[in-house]
């Protein structure tokens, strides 16, 4: 359906936009050669190199498909390009591949095979595809995320979690191009999966699942990168919401659309008054650590719902994606053209040492919002 923005909202995203746009000219210049992640004293780090593996390093390229589509000035182009061919280097590394294909290779080779048609593009999407759909477990239906063991020893052969949905596009991205229907049999099980086993009754999901490797039965859950066993780590709850949408969007199974509203309004049910957004949703009261990426994140998601419905329902998901949105624009962006990151105040893990810094992914999603709410985006999951 039709996005039916207000005057004033639509003026105000085109706004934010245009004041967005003007500084990613600036920044984009002065990092055309990196793989930013964070920024170190207002400077854009580089994963480039040995770090070429970071799962986020597809979202600068992602922020440049989205800039060419927005002005056609080829640089952006240029610079999108070079982070793909960089990622070379992992696509032919076993040991460094994981479950994060669909987040390294939608935004920049898929995007890229989508926009030019660039064979080599699809080559790097296809191969991406493959490692992906070599994850399955075809005893518990799901994708493994991890390799190896974690800190404390655990293995991971048997954990999914729930960041995956978002990988999921890669596989639907396949068998449409290829006419092959098992990358989309994967995603499917893996979504059906995930319905069952992370997303509780109230709306809300569990990060981690972990199942037995060889019976596929499911042995339990952990808090992984929020609060505690139980809780409802922000982000996450926005991979379900956003991720849950796109299966739909790729399947059109109306389950996957329960699920992902289900989801949303658990999300919209506990939006704070400031529209500012917490690691966890289960934190303890005393802690005021936010994940502005998850904010970003969700409005993506509320406005993928929103295009689906009229009335008072669009204007449900569309309010809500508005007010965070307009939080982060008037109280989390760093509006200084002299810095390179956009939203302030990103986590990546509530127990992690440091909080709160800027991270590349919530500059993406917050781009892409805006390009969402002014009907320019290119569509990359
Ligand atoms: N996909 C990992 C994270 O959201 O931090």
């Not at 070599?134 to 005893?139: D, H, L, Q, V």
């Amino acid at each position: 359906m039709k996005l039916e923005l207000g005057e004033k909202q639509l003026a105000w995203a085109t706004k934010t936009l245009e004041q967005t746009a003007k500084k990613l000219e600036q920044v984009s210049r002065g990092s055309a050669h990196k793989i930013p992640y964070t920024t170190v004293n207002g400077v854009h780090d580089d994963k480039s190199g040995k770090r070429d593996s970071w799962w986020t390093n597809g979202f600068w390229g992602g922020m440049m498909w989205q800039l060419y589509t927005l002005t056609g000035d080829p640089f952006y182009r240029t610079v999108a390009e070079e982070n793909e061919k960089k990622l070379d280097t992992n696509l032919m590394d076993y040991d460094k591949m994981d479950h994060d294909n669909g987040f390294k290779w939608l935004p920049t080779a898929v995007a890229n095979y989508r926009k030019t048609g660039n064979r080599q593009s699809r080559n790097r999407g296809l191969l991406a595809a493959g490692q992906l759909a070599g994850r399955y477990n075809c005893a518990g239906h799901f994708i493994r995320a991890w390799n190896d063991w974690d800190d404390n020893g655990r293995d991971h052969r048997g954990w999914a979690i729930i960041d995956c949905m978002m990988n999921l596009p890669l596989l639907y991205w396949a068998s449409e191009e290829t006419g092959d229907p098992r990358f989309r049999q994967i995603a499917v099980h893996h979504a059906d999966t995930a319905q069952r086993c992370f997303v509780r009754g109230d709306g809300s999901v569990r990060h981690i699942v972990e199942f037995d490797p060889d019976t596929g039965e499911m042995v339990r859950d952990y808090g992984g990168q929020g609060y505690e066993e139980g809780s409802s780590w922000t982000r996450g709850q926005t991979w379900g919401l956003y991720g849950f949408t796109l299966s739909f969007l790729h399947t059109g199974d109306r389950a996957y659309l329960e699920t992902a509203e289900r989801i949303a309004n658990y999300f919209i049910a506990n939006i704070p008054e400031s529209g500012l957004i917490p690691v966890d949703f289960r934190q303890p009261e005393d802690v005021t650590w936010e994940d502005s990426t998850a904010a970003a994140i969700a409005a993506c998601g509320l406005i993928e719902l929103a295009k689906l419905h009229e009335g008072r329902q669009q204007k449900l998901y569309l309010d809500a994606a508005l007010k965070l949105l307009r939080a982060l624009a008037d109280q989390r962006l760093n509006w200084d053209e002299n810095e390179d990151n956009l939203l302030t105040k990103c986590t990546g893990a509530y127990h992690d040492k440091e909080h709160e810094f800027s991270i590349i992914y919530g500059d993406y999603y917050f781009l892409e919002a805006l390009m969402k709410l002014t009907g320019q985006e290119l569509f990359i999951w």
